[in-house]
């Protein structure tokens, strides 16, 4: 089992910036990538971002390509999502995810269903 905990959620006016953060603790040797997802009330569940450990290949969703930026510590098994120049449109519950080693990352990084591990959230709240 992999145990992923989301922090550094809040409310920011629009224009600011908060960084979120996972930490992934347990099996982690199992997971090739991960990934970052958000839900916004009566919504689907989406793509934000996504790297690999250990090529850092990165994705974005187009709505948050320039804004938004993930990075990895691949030692402490860290991951991190830095989002500037946020929209009310960002607001959302946002949800960190593991993607198991069997999955091909490059076809299925954006998929919901492809990750195995979630951890509980964490509410971002942009006002306008």
């Not at 409310?11 to 996972?22: D, F, H, K």
């Not at 299925?108 to 951890?119: E, F, L, Q």
Request: proline letters at 2%.
């Amino acid at each position: 089992q992999v145990q992923l905990v989301e922090s550094g959620g809040g409310l920011v006016q629009a224009g600011g910036s908060l960084r979120l953060s996972c930490a992934a603790s347990g099996r982690t040797f199992s997971t090739y990538a991960m990934g970052w997802f958000r839900q916004a009330p009566g919504k689907e569940r989406e793509f934000v971002a996504s790297i690999a450990w250990s090529t850092a290949t990165t994705y974005y969703a187009d709505s948050v390509k320039g804004r938004f930026t993930i990075s990895r510590d691949n030692a402490r098994k860290w991951v991190y999502l830095e989002m500037n120049s946020l929209k009310p449109e960002d607001t959302a519950v946002y949800y960190c995810a593991a993607l198991g080693l069997r999955k091909n990352y490059y076809s299925h990084y954006d998929t919901v269903s492809a990750y195995d591990y979630w951890g509980q959230g964490t509410q971002v709240t942009v006002s306008s």
